[in-house]
């Protein structure tokens, strides 16, 4: 199905309004890694690294 006008500038202003973006570079490799270990967890990448992220905030919290 393809995707309307209308449909993409209802995303594009969801997207600015909801969300930001961060840039995360791994070594050649690392990414696929990566990938595999979201998989094995039933996660995507970006679930396993906002996951792995506020993991590691909250125990720097209790220290």
Same mark, same amino acid.
């Given at each position: 199905?393809k995707?309307?006008?209308? @449909?993409?500038?209802? $995303?594009?202003?969801?997207? $600015?309004?909801?969300?930001?973006?961060?840039?995360?570079?791994?070594?050649?490799?690392?990414?696929?890694v990566?990938?595999?270990?979201?998989?094995?967890?039933?996660? $995507?990448?970006?679930?396993?690294?906002?996951?792995?992220?506020?993991?590691?905030?909250?125990?720097?919290? @209790?220290?």
């Open positions: 199905m995707t309307t006008d209308a @449909q993409k500038r209802a $995303s594009t202003k969801w997207l $600015s309004e909801k969300v930001e973006n961060v840039t995360f570079r791994v070594p050649i490799g690392k990414k696929a990566l990938q595999e270990h979201a998989k094995a967890h039933g996660e $995507s990448l970006n679930a396993f690294l906002y996951r792995a992220a506020n993991e590691t905030m909250e125990r720097d919290k @209790q220290k």
